[in-house]
Structure formats: C-alpha cells, structure tokens
C-alpha cells in the first residue's frame, strides 16, 4: 500500500483526544482474558504478606475463598490456585492426598462458586517435595521423567476429583499431556481440561515465586525448563502439547518472550495464553516503589504488550485490581 506523503498524511491525527484513541485502539483488555495466580498455605492462620511482592499473599482457606470472591465478582476470568504444605517429602506425597491443602482448597472454592469462575489448579510437584524440583529424582539426583508421570497422573486424578477445570501442567516434563489426558479418559473424565505450559523457559524471573510458595529448591531446573536462547525449540514444545491433548497452551514468562508468544499465537488455534510472572511483577512494584515509572500506566501497558502479542488470556497477579479498574472505564 502507497500512503500520501506528508502534510496530507498525518497520523497524529488519530491520536488527538482520549476518546479517538480508544476508537482506533486496535488491541484491548477485558477482564475475562485475565486469570489470577492465588496461594494458599496449610499452617497459616491468617494470610501472609510476601516481601519480594507488595500486594500478594499466601492465604489461609478462608482468606483464599474471600480473594476469589473479590476476583469473580471483579469479572475475572479464573483462577490459579498453588498449595504450599506443611509437610514435604521426596515423592511430594501432599500433592495427591485429598486431604492435602490444594486440593482441599480447590473442593472450597468449587463449592463456594460452582462453574461462576474457571478453577484451575497448578500440576507440579515442586512446592510438594523436600528437595523444591518438578519431579522425582533418581539416585544421581536428577529428576527422572518417567517415574514423575506417575505422580502426574495422580496428581491429575486428584485434582480433578477436588473440582479443577483445568490443570496447568507446569513440569515440563515429556509425555506430560498426553499421559494425564489418558488418565482421566481412563476414568471417564471427558471434561477437565489441560492448559499446557507448553513453552516455559529456565528463567531468572521466578525469584519471588520460590518465597511465595516456601521453595525448597537448591540448584536449577535448567535440565526440564527451556534455555532461554531457544526459540525454535517453542514451536515443538507447543506442537507436541497439543498434539497428546492439550486443550490450551501457555508461555511462560510473557514479557522476555513476547517474540515466543507471537510465533506460537500465529501458528497454532488453541487459546494461547502468557504468564505475566512474579519477577516481572516485582520489578513494575518496586520501580513504582522509588517513584521511578508510573505504576498504573506500566501495568496496563505490560498487559497490552502481552495481549499484542497474541495471547488470548494472560494471568497476571494484578488481575482483580486491573479488571476493577476497567470495570470502573479507568
């Protein structure tokens, strides 16, 4: 296409008042695409406070049941949920007994909101064993594939029994998908859903997450997680997630992978979804912090970013404040 040269063409003059931008805007938030991340801890009697992110907490049960209700009632579109035990142990035990505190409070808040929100639950074993990995280890130390597909599909099991819609299968473990898909087809569980972290990178940016759910870990999940460098490499991930049965897919972090989330946006027709993670909350908080970047205005325009992107639905811990906010046209 030939555009008149200047003066007769002037963009500018599309982005003259509040009201012609939000006309042409061509990408927008809504409070259904985003998904709020939530903890909740066994020992606590009251929430928790996390210092490396100001706003978030780990909740008690009922302090859980009572955020959720301000999310759903703020029009967001789901929740994450994340149990962090008291009791931790190499094969992460907590993580499939029913009695264990995510999959208690998964049953509570599918009690308390039935199918008014999207519940879904974190399927990994990490905030579960004592050594703070994915999986089960080997006797060398390293995280065995196989043997961790196992406690996968009965984590799968269990968290569908408790009330998940969805299961977020973050171990990057291979086979993951497709061997918690036939477990619940084996039991006749045609409805839950698996929204895959189909590409999640070995990133630095999940700092804040280890204090959120009490990590355990020592070393790295470099040999599970994707290096970073990889690009390419996403297209496969994704390619196989979906192809053992993954009824959506996720990258994870979102905002150093904006070019990730646009190759897989484009070349797949599942929902595509992004994690706005707890390092990138951190910086946005702590910038705003020292008075250094307008809070508000950096939130809403890492958002856009993501949603520009190509995803379809982001979590982000800033959910039920930004869907008030656009609620209330702010």
Same mark, same amino acid.
């Given at each position: 296409?030939?555009? %008149?040269?200047?003066?007769?063409?002037?963009?500018?003059?599309?982005?003259?008042?509040?009201?012609?931008?939000?006309?042409?805007?061509?990408?927008?938030?809504?409070?259904?695409?985003?998904?709020?991340?939530? $903890?909740? #801890?066994? *020992?606590?009697?009251?929430?928790?406070?996390?210092?490396?992110?100001?706003?978030?907490?780990?909740?008690?049960?009922?302090?859980? #049941?009572?955020?959720?209700?301000?999310?759903?009632?703020?029009?967001?579109? !789901?929740?994450?949920?994340?149990? @962090? %035990?008291?009791?931790?142990?190499?094969?992460? &035990?907590?993580?499939?007994? %029913?009695?264990?505190?995510?999959?208690?409070?998964?049953?509570?808040?599918?009690?308390? $909101?039935?199918?008014?929100?999207?519940?879904?639950?974190?399927?990994?074993?990490?905030? $579960?064993?004592?050594?703070?990995?994915? !999986?089960?280890?080997?006797?060398?130390?390293?995280?065995?594939?196989?043997?961790?597909?196992?406690? +996968?599909?009965?984590?799968?099991?269990?968290?569908?029994?408790?009330? /998940?819609?969805?299961?977020?299968?973050?171990?990057?473990?291979?086979?993951?998908? !497709?061997?918690?898909?036939?477990?619940?087809?084996?039991?006749?569980?045609?409805?839950?859903? @698996? $929204?895959? +972290?189909?590409?999640?990178?070995?990133?630095?940016?999940?700092? %804040?997450?280890?204090?959120?759910?009490? &990590?355990?870990?020592?070393?790295?999940?470099?040999?599970?997680?994707?290096?970073? *460098?990889?690009?390419?490499? *996403?297209?496969?991930?994704?390619?196989?997630? @979906?192809?053992?049965?993954?009824?959506?897919?996720?990258?994870?972090?979102?905002?150093?992978?904006?070019?990730?989330?646009?190759?897989?946006?484009a070349s797949v027709d599942v929902p595509v979804a992004a994690y706005q993670v707890s390092g990138e909350y /951190?910086?946005?908080?702590?910038?705003?912090?020292?008075?250094?970047?307008?809070r508000d205005r950096a939130i809403l325009e890492t958002l856009t970013s993501i949603?520009?992107?190509?995803? *379809? =639905? =982001?979590?982000? +811990?800033?959910?039920?404040?930004?869907?008030?906010?656009?609620?209330?046209?702010?």
């Amino acid at each position: 296409m030939r555009y %008149p040269d200047f003066p007769t063409s002037r963009p500018r003059r599309l982005r003259r008042t509040p009201a012609m931008r939000r006309l042409v805007a061509e990408n927008r938030l809504h409070p259904a695409d985003l998904v709020l991340p939530m $903890f909740v #801890k066994e *020992s606590l009697t009251e929430p928790s406070p996390l210092g490396s992110m100001p706003g978030v907490v780990q909740h008690t049960r009922d302090s859980l #049941k009572a955020a959720a209700l301000e999310a759903v009632s703020a029009g967001v579109g !789901g929740l994450m949920i994340f149990g @962090i %035990p008291s009791e931790r142990d190499a094969l992460g &035990s907590a993580a499939t007994d %029913p009695e264990g505190i995510l999959n208690l409070a998964l049953a509570d808040l599918k009690a308390e $909101f039935g199918d008014a929100t999207v519940l879904m639950a974190d399927l990994c074993l990490d905030e $579960f064993t004592d050594h703070g990995h994915c !999986g089960v280890l080997d006797a060398r130390g390293a995280v065995n594939n196989d043997a961790t597909l196992i406690r +996968y599909a009965d984590m799968a099991l269990a968290q569908a029994a408790a009330g /998940a819609d969805l299961l977020g299968t973050s171990g990057m473990m291979d086979g993951q998908v !497709g061997v918690i898909r036939a477990a619940l087809d084996t039991v006749g569980d045609h409805d839950t859903g @698996i $929204f895959a +972290y189909a590409a999640k990178y070995a990133s630095a940016f999940y700092g %804040p997450f280890r204090e959120a759910v009490d &990590s355990a870990l020592i070393g790295d999940r470099r040999t599970y997680q994707q290096d970073p *460098s990889n690009r390419r490499e *996403s297209a496969r991930e994704v390619a196989l997630d @979906i192809a053992e049965g993954a009824d959506l897919v996720m990258v994870k972090p979102a905002m150093s992978y904006l070019d990730v989330l646009s190759d897989v946006a484009a070349s797949v027709d599942v929902p595509v979804a992004a994690y706005q993670v707890s390092g990138e909350y /951190a910086m946005i908080e702590g910038a705003a912090a020292h008075g250094w970047i307008d809070r508000d205005r950096a939130i809403l325009e890492t958002l856009t970013s993501i949603r520009r992107a190509g995803a *379809s =639905i =982001i979590l982000t +811990y800033w959910a039920t404040e930004v869907a008030t906010n656009l609620n209330a046209g702010r």
